[in-house]
Structure formats: structure tokens, C-alpha cells
């Protein structure tokens, strides 16, 4: 069951320009939402959660339960942002996490 | 710092071999994960242990096994490895309210 979709494999963006990735899910329940990074060579890590509501190297994502979407955006894309961006979802108790299929971030110089 | 530790970076291992994949972690976590990368794919789910001895299996169980003895440790076999197990692998583990955190990945080829 596709739980977690992100419609694009590959985005890329002008350094200085918008950047919005897109997550939509689907779960009975209330999920908690996460989005994730890997820079090249390192290891998956938490980027944003979205009860924590903080906003973590410009980037923000506001979930929307109407559209059950948790995009993922940043007004100014950096360099440093080329990465593969996941997002995810897990259930209330935390044991089972889910993740999509990973947007390739590429910022032009 | 938190540390979810996987026992190898790149196994090179034949068709038919049984397949051994180790993961640690020292956060005391209930919940351990084993997923496969690959491209255009994202992370599938193989299967996941909310507690000592307890296993579920996940999206993608076919072809593997898992172990879970002691709660640091979740071991995940391959029975007898193909090439279309050719993948990069990562654990991870979670506690309620935590995100999940992964190890390094081990990159296992099947020749």
C-alpha cells in the first residue's frame, strides 16, 4: 500500500530560487510526518518533524490534514541544499516508519 | 551521540551463500527497522521489531529473515542470497516520540 508519495524524482532550482518538494500521504490514524536528508556519502538523517515545527536550514513544511500533504519548502535554495529529500510517516507508537520513494534535490549554480 | 552502527559498509557475496547483515544501537530503543535503498525505488521496508524476539514483517519479507536476541541487536538474513538482492541496506532504530535513526548502510552485491 503506497503510504507516502512524492511525485518527483528529480527537481532542480536555480541557487537563490524557491524550492518546494512535495510529499502527500495516506493513513488511517493521525501520523507524525517527517522529512529526511542524504547529502552525498553520509548517512539518512532527521531533517524536520512536524510536531516540532521548527525550521531547520530555511527549510519549513506545514502539514496540511485536508490535503494530507507535508510539502517541503525553502524560499532560498543553497548550494549545500543538493541532496535526496524523503519524506516519511510513522504510526502514533513510533514502530513503524514509512518512507517515499526520494526527491533528488539539485541546486544550479 | 546517538549511534545506530551496522556491521559492514560493502559485503561482496555469491548467489546461494546464506547472508548475515549485523546492526547495533545504543539508545535503548524498542523499535528496529531493516530497509532496502534503492534508486528511483526510496526505502522499502523488509521488516521491523518492536521488542525482544518480536519481528513484523514489512512491504518486501520475501527472500529474508530476521533475529532479534537482545534489544541493541537486529540481524537480518538472506536464506540464500540472488542477485536481485544486489542493494543498499539500512537499519534504523526509533523509540515512541523519537524519529527514526539510521546507521551508515551496508552495500551488499550478489554475484
Known amino acids: 500500500a503506497q503510504r507516502v508519495t512524492q511525485p518527483e524524482k528529480l527537481l532542480s532550482v536555480f541557487k537563490g530560487a524557491p524550492v518546494e518538494l512535495k510529499c502527500n500521504y495516506s493513513?488511517?490514524?493521525?501520523?507524525?510526518l517527517f522529512w529526511y536528508v542524504q547529502y552525498s556519502r553520509q548517512r539518512l538523517q532527521l531533517l524536520l518533524r512536524h510536531i516540532s515545527r521548527e525550521s531547520i536550514k530555511g527549510f519549513t513544511a506545514d502539514l496540511n490534514k485536508g490535503e494530507t500533504s507535508f510539502h517541503l519548502k525553502k524560499p532560498f535554495a543553497q548550494e549545500e541544499d543538493s541532496a535526496m529529500y524523503y519524506c516519511?510517516?510513522?504510526?502514533?507508537?513510533?514502530?513503524?516508519?514509512?518512507f517515499g520513494t526520494g526527491t533528488s534535490l539539485t541546486v544550479i549554480p | 551521540d546517538v549511534k545506530v552502527t551496522q556491521s559492514s559498509r560493502y559485503l561482496v557475496k555469491r548467489t546461494g551463500e546464506k547472508v548475515f547483515l549485523e546492526c547495533v544501537q545504543d539508545?535503548?530503543?524498542?523499535?528496529m527497522f531493516w530497509y532496502r535503498q534503492d534508486p528511483g525505488l526510496g526505502l522499502r521496508l523488509i521488516y521491523f521489531s518492536y521488542d525482544v524476539k518480536m519481528k513484523e514483517k514489512g512491504d518486501i519479507p520475501e527472500g529474508y529473515s530476521v533475529s532479534r536476541e537482545k534489544k541493541e541487536r537486529f540481524s537480518l538474513i538472506l536464506e540464500s542470497a540472488s542477485t536481485n538482492q544486489t542493494s543498499m541496506y539500512l537499519c534504523?532504530?526509533?523509540?515512541?516520540?523519537?524519529?527514526?535513526?539510521f546507521g551508515q548502510g551496508t552495500r551488499l552485491t550478489v554475484v
Open positions: 534504523a532504530s526509533s523509540s515512541r516520540n523519537t524519529e527514526a535513526f
Open positions: 493513513y488511517s490514524g493521525s501520523p507524525e
Open positions: 516519511a510517516l510513522s504510526g502514533w507508537a513510533g514502530n513503524q516508519f514509512y
Open positions: 539508545m535503548d530503543h524498542e523499535n
